[in-house]
């Protein structure tokens, strides 16, 4: 009687799952269809995060190389604005060159008895501390030290004025006080007019004119 039923109840949970678990036949169908589709979401969502992260290395890599192309750019930049820079400093450097050495010959400062590269001293002291002729010369500065004044530290130079000229070392016509000047000198004969013994003469000696060019900075 027993073995008998045993054997019932193991065909008759075969024959009826969903009666024997007390579930209708609809919902263990529920169930069934129910599984497949949590997987295939689970599925999808690995696919997506996958997907996700793809999205960010490639944005990333985006971005590096747009970062990396940028300081390109600018280090090309600022090599052809420290060419440029270089370029104009070199061409305002020949254009005071030019005009230091042909600047004794001008009507200014040229010696009376048209000496060649002599610059008369007594027209030199008329134009002393003269701020119009800073527009006349392109010089950041424009100065010249006299014979006495050769091997004397710039503090040591006696600055020439009216009432101690001509014992003194430098002649300033005029100094615009810039921060980043580069100097450029011409050796010339320095001639003023000397009285001795009655007699009016030439007093010459060698002299060195001074002129400045001002230095554009990076900036």
């Given at each position: 009687m027993k073995k008998t039923k045993k054997g019932d109840l193991k065909i008759q949970v075969l024959k009826n799952p969903a009666g024997f678990l007390g579930l209708s036949s609809s919902k263990l169908a529920d169930l069934k269809i129910q599984a497949p589709t949590n997987l295939r979401f689970l599925g999808a969502s690995i696919f997506n995060k996958k997907g996700d992260l793809k999205i960010q290395e490639m944005a990333f890599?985006?971005?590096?190389?747009?970062?990396?192309?940028?300081?390109?750019?600018?280090?090309?930049?600022?090599?052809?604005?420290?060419?440029?820079?270089?370029?104009?400093?070199?061409?305002?450097?020949?254009?005071?060159?030019?005009?230091?050495?042909?600047?004794?010959?001008?009507?200014?400062?040229?010696?009376?008895?048209?000496?060649?590269?002599?610059?008369?001293?007594?027209?030199?002291?008329?134009?002393?501390?003269?701020?119009?002729?800073?527009?006349?010369?392109?010089?950041?500065?424009l100065k010249v030290i006299k014979y006495s004044g050769f091997g004397k530290k710039e503090k040591e130079l006696i600055t020439c004025t009216f009432a101690n000229y001509p014992d003194?070392?430098?002649?300033?016509?005029?100094?615009?006080?810039?921060?980043?000047?580069?100097?450029?000198?011409?050796?010339?004969?320095?001639?003023?007019?000397?009285?001795?013994?009655?007699?009016?003469?030439?007093?010459c000696e060698v002299g060195r004119i001074l002129a400045g060019t001002e230095l554009k900075n990076a900036g």
């Open positions: 890599m985006l971005l590096g190389v747009f970062l990396f192309f940028i300081l390109v750019g600018l280090f090309v930049l600022s090599i052809a604005y420290s060419n440029i820079r270089d370029e104009a400093t070199r061409i305002a450097e020949e254009r005071t060159l030019s005009a230091v050495t042909s600047i004794s010959d001008s009507p200014e400062l040229s010696c009376v008895a048209s000496k060649s590269n002599c610059i008369d001293g007594d027209k030199l002291v008329g134009m002393l501390n003269k701020t119009s002729y800073q527009q006349f010369w392109p010089f950041s500065s003194c070392d430098v002649l300033v016509v005029y100094d615009k006080k810039v921060s980043n000047e580069r100097t450029i000198g011409s050796f010339i004969a320095f001639c003023r007019k000397e009285f001795e013994n009655g007699y009016t003469y030439d007093k």
